[in-house]
T-cell receptor, first 112, second 112 residues
Framework: GAGVSQSPSNKVTEKGKDVELRCDPI?????LYWYRQSLGQGLEFLIY????????KSGLPSDRFSAERTGGSVSTLTIQRTQQEDSAVYLC??????????FGPGTRLTVT | QKEVEQDPGPLSVPEGAIVSLNCTYS??????FMWYRQYSRKGPELLMY????GNKEDGRFTAQVDKSSKYISLFIRDSQPSDSATYLC????????????FGTGTRLQVTL
């Protein structure tokens, strides 16, 4: 079946602009996660949605970052007033179980 | 100190060799242990997961968890050039702590 999809695959933006990154999870997966991967760093947890529960936002690095999940499916990660340190690959994952998170291909964000 | 430590490599081995990849961790609450493979410019792909201590085998891959030492390993037998990738260990607690904590990844190169 279809895997996790993300769009756009690449995004170049100017410092100070807002960006929106989209994630379409695997159908039927109730949990959705956003991670960030910077060069030479591991994956850094950002936010987690589980069903209708309040999201776990403990990994968001600043209040410029926000995310929503509509209808328990598609999610959008928004970064306001982008900074150069926001340049990274943003990865989305979905799962039914904790131990089986399936990742999308990522969005490569470059802030110039 | 990071919660999960992983040697970044690179690790270069000849085709057919047995590869050993390892991670250590400090959080005794971790219960699920995963290994992901990530090819360049792709999202991580789940290889195996293990719950608590013990061994698990899947084809050429064997995962081991030693909770008493807080040490996990992934062995790859009869390594192939197609195994060349970055291998990421990941861990999570049980219950509601569903985010994954990743190591930084070990880059593996299998040469002909």
């Amino acid at each position: 079946g279809a895997g996790v999809s993300q769009s756009p695959s690449n995004k170049v933006t100017e410092k100070g602009k807002d960006v929106e990154l989209r994630c379409d999870p695997i159908s039927g997966h109730t949990a959705l996660y956003w991670y960030r991967q910077s060069l030479g760093q591991g994956l850094e947890f950002l936010i987690y949605f589980q069903g209708n529960s309040a999201p776990d936002k403990s990994g968001l690095p600043s209040d410029r970052f926000s995310a929503e999940r509509t209808g328990g499916s598609v999610s959008t990660l928004t970064i306001q007033r982008t900074q150069q340190e926001d340049s990274a690959v943003y990865l989305c994952a979905s799962s039914r179980q904790i131990y089986e998170q399936y990742f999308g291909p990522g969005t490569r964000l470059t802030v110039t | 100190q990071k919660e999960v430590e992983q040697d970044p490599g690179p690790l270069s081995v000849p085709e057919g060799a047995i590869v050993s990849l390892n991670c250590t961790y400090s959080n005794s609450a971790f219960q699920y242990f995963m290994w992901y493979r990530q090819y360049s410019r792709k999202g991580p792909e789940l290889l195996m997961y293990t719950y608590s201590s013990g061994n698990k085998e899947d084809g050429r891959f064997t995962a081991q968890v030693d909770k008493s030492s807080k040490y996990i390993s992934l062995f790859i037998r009869d390594s192939q050039p197609s195994d060349s990738a970055t291998y990421l260990c990941a861990m999570s607690g049980a219950g509601t702590a569903s985010k994954l904590t990743f190591g930084t990844g070990t880059r593996l190169q299998v040469t002909l």
